[in-house]
């Protein structure tokens, strides 16, 4: 499932201009967010979003698929492994 930030992310992509039969490389989905973010905020790129899936469900289905897609593809996450935290005997005591 993606986070807030893929969310808001492929919201962004969804209200910009690229389409998907121009197949975007990376660097023109990170300008299209950005460009997007910078024109209407993220509160205004759900609204738009939101205004799509009212008047026109069918369409805007498919392309939010899309753009969950993209970001997730785009903007990869590098996962920390997890650290292994010990507790000595002086830092638990009282």
Excluded at 4 to 9: D, E
Excluded at 37 to 58: I, K, L, Q, Y
Excluded at 68 to 89: E, I, K
């Amino acid at each position: 499932m993606p986070d807030v930030l893929a969310i808001a992310r492929a919201e962004a992509l969804f209200v910009s201009s690229v389409q998907s039969s121009e197949l975007p490389a990376a660097v023109e989905v990170r300008r299209a967010v950005a460009e997007s973010f910078a024109r209407f905020g993220s509160r205004g790129c759900a609204a738009c979003v939101a205004g799509e899936f009212g008047d026109h469900p069918e369409v805007a289905v498919a392309r939010m698929r899309w753009a969950l897609a993209m970001v997730s593809a785009v903007y990869q996450r590098r996962r920390q492994p997890a650290r292994a935290f010990t507790l000595t005997g002086a830092a638990c005591a009282r």
